[in-house]
């Protein structure tokens, strides 16, 4: 039986407007700031989010950039005292762009998380294949997660995480275990590379889309990201039944990540429109109506026949013009 059809067994849980200690679902529309001083200290297994990155968009007033880290720092401040003391806090950040010089947005941060006390796991960099074009530098492909812990003690389910080995068949050539099957059976770490390619399964690295027009979980938000990223730090960082904050939770897709896999989910988000539409989804994720994109599904490839795939007409006279 899927995902999709487990969740269909049961009604949508109530989705709370503040958190306590029964809810299963709560999403909070207040400043962030606000809502975290309500919330009790090392209650939350997971805390996952794509803060806004200071570069104008409609849901945030550009800042100068020393006076956003001033306000990420305060947040961070109060998400470490929120986070239990085996938990994770994994953090999606791109690039801040001041007049054409990008300023990586992941070396800005550490140094706050560090001062705060945690400790960096990983810098995973997600790749993906489409974006936005740039015309004075390399187009930006990929953006970073950092993966935070508070202790040396955490939570880290890998064998639910694994993806299937390039070579399976590969045998220990000497020692003790020589002759004997060199791998996992249940697969390989999928390393801190999470890869935007076709053959996902096959090439057994992390195959997630950026979430633009035709993706499928397309919402009115400009910088929603998908689904299936945050649902694989909820599967490796958590355990089911365990609690999984969103800060910045936009339209609500850490929370679905979240309840997909049997975890209870808190979102936080000034918007009151983001929250009434991750409220909808959260609802149409229990109909059967909402269409997450299935986690580890192959990108589609194009097979070249396609007439977007195909170089233009015009491409071919002005070559031959020249």
């Given at each position: 039986?899927?995902?999709?059809?487990?969740?269909?067994?049961?009604?949508?849980?109530?989705?709370?407007?503040?958190f306590?200690e029964?809810?299963?679902?709560?999403?909070?529309?207040?400043?962030?700031?606000d809502?975290?001083?309500?919330?009790?200290?090392?209650?939350?297994?997971?805390?996952?989010s794509s803060?806004?990155?200071?570069i104008?968009k409609?849901?945030?007033?550009?800042v100068?950039?020393?006076e956003?880290?001033?306000?990420?720092?305060?947040?961070?401040t109060?998400?470490?005292?929120l986070?239990?003391?085996?938990g994770?806090?994994?953090?999606?950040?791109?690039?801040?762009?001041?007049?054409?010089?990008?300023?990586?947005?992941?070396?800005?941060?550490y140094?706050l998380?560090?001062?705060?006390?945690l400790h960096?796991?990983?810098r995973?960099?997600?790749?993906?294949?489409?974006?936005?074009?740039a015309s004075?530098?390399?187009?930006?492909?990929?953006?970073?997660?950092?993966?935070f812990t508070?202790?040396?003690?955490?939570?880290?389910?890998?064998d639910?995480?694994?993806?299937?080995?390039?070579?399976p068949?590969?045998?220990?050539?000497?020692?003790?275990?020589?002759?004997?099957p060199?791998?996992?059976?249940?697969?390989?770490?999928?390393?801190?590379f999470?890869?935007?390619?076709a053959n996902?399964?096959?090439?057994?690295?992390?195959?997630?889309?950026?979430?633009?027009?035709?993706?499928?979980?397309?919402?009115?938000?400009?910088?929603?990201?998908?689904?299936?990223?945050?649902?694989?730090?909820?599967?490796?960082c958590?355990d089911?039944?365990?609690?999984?904050?969103?800060?910045f939770?936009?339209?609500?897709?850490?929370?679905?990540?979240?309840?997909k896999?049997?975890?209870r989910a808190?979102?936080?988000?000034?918007s009151?429109?983001?929250?009434?539409?991750?409220?909808?989804?959260?609802?149409?994720?229990?109909?059967g109506?909402?269409?997450?994109?299935?986690i580890?599904?192959?990108?589609?490839k194009?097979?070249?026949?396609e007439?977007?795939?195909?170089i233009p007409?015009?491409?071919t006279?002005?070559q031959?013009?020249?």
């Amino acid at each position: 039986m899927g995902e999709q059809d487990q969740a269909l067994l049961s009604q949508c849980p109530r989705i709370d407007d503040s958190f306590a200690e029964g809810s299963e679902i709560a999403i909070i529309c207040d400043d962030v700031l606000d809502a975290c001083h309500n919330l009790r200290s090392e209650s939350f297994n997971l805390i996952v989010s794509s803060p806004p990155y200071n570069i104008g968009k409609s849901y945030e007033k550009e800042v100068k950039l020393d006076e956003y880290l001033a306000w990420q720092s305060d947040v961070i401040t109060e998400l470490v005292r929120l986070l239990h003391p085996k938990g994770s806090l994994c953090w999606q950040v791109g690039n801040y762009v001041d007049k054409g010089e990008v300023v990586p947005l992941d070396i800005c941060f550490y140094p706050l998380f560090k001062k705060a006390g945690l400790h960096l796991r990983n810098r995973i960099i997600w790749h993906f294949g489409h974006g936005l074009h740039a015309s004075k530098r390399f187009s930006g492909r990929y953006e970073t997660v950092m993966w935070f812990t508070k202790g040396d003690d955490y939570t880290f389910n890998l064998d639910d995480v694994r993806v299937p080995a390039k070579y399976p068949g590969k045998r220990n050539y000497k020692g003790s275990q020589i002759g004997k099957p060199s791998g996992n059976p249940l697969g390989k770490n999928p390393s801190d590379f999470w890869e935007f390619v076709a053959n996902e399964w096959s090439d057994g690295v992390f195959d997630i889309p950026n979430v633009k027009s035709n993706h499928p979980e397309k919402t009115s938000h400009p910088c929603q990201f998908p689904i299936e990223l945050i649902e694989r730090c909820v599967l490796a960082c958590t355990d089911e039944r365990d609690l999984v904050l969103d800060p910045f939770s936009g339209v609500g897709s850490s929370l679905i990540a979240a309840l997909k896999r049997n975890r209870r989910a808190v979102g936080i988000d000034r918007s009151q429109d983001y929250c009434d539409i991750a409220a909808k989804r959260i609802r149409d994720y229990y109909d059967g109506v909402l269409r997450p994109r299935p986690i580890g599904k192959a990108v589609h490839k194009p097979t070249g026949k396609e007439k977007v795939a195909q170089i233009p007409l015009e491409w071919t006279e002005e070559q031959n013009e020249k």
